[in-house]
């Protein structure tokens, strides 16, 4: 399993502010792809960092997505008021998640 992770900067973000409001229509929009297996949307309200965090069946699903990935993060990066720090590709060493 691969991981691409990208990290935003931009204003705080209020608490009664709806982390979620734009998930569904980020979400169709990578769930067609090829080997994309999850994503996360990580925010920080206090500072207005967040981070995004897309996994992917192997490396080669990860880089085949990279055109897509890249214009919804530039959109998301708009839309939100954030500008876009670093973009990172890792291979996920393990996963666990308590259901």
């Known amino acids: ?6 990290r935003y900067e931009g204003s705080p973000v209020p608490p009664e502010g709806d982390l979620s409001a734009h998930a569904e229509t980020i979400v169709q929009q990578v769930r067609g792809l090829p080997g994309f297996l999850g994503v996360y949307w990580l925010v920080d309200r206090t500072t207005g960092k967040a981070v ?21 993060r530039v959109d998301t990066a708009r839309r939100e008021g954030q500008r876009i720090v670093s973009v990172d590709r890792y291979e996920v060493g393990f996963s666990h998640v308590e259901s």
């Open 1 to 6: 399993m691969f991981a691409r992770l990208s």
């Open 52 to 72: 995004s965090l897309t996994l992917w069946e192997d490396e080669e699903t990860m880089r085949a997505s990279e055109e897509k990935a890249d214009r919804i």
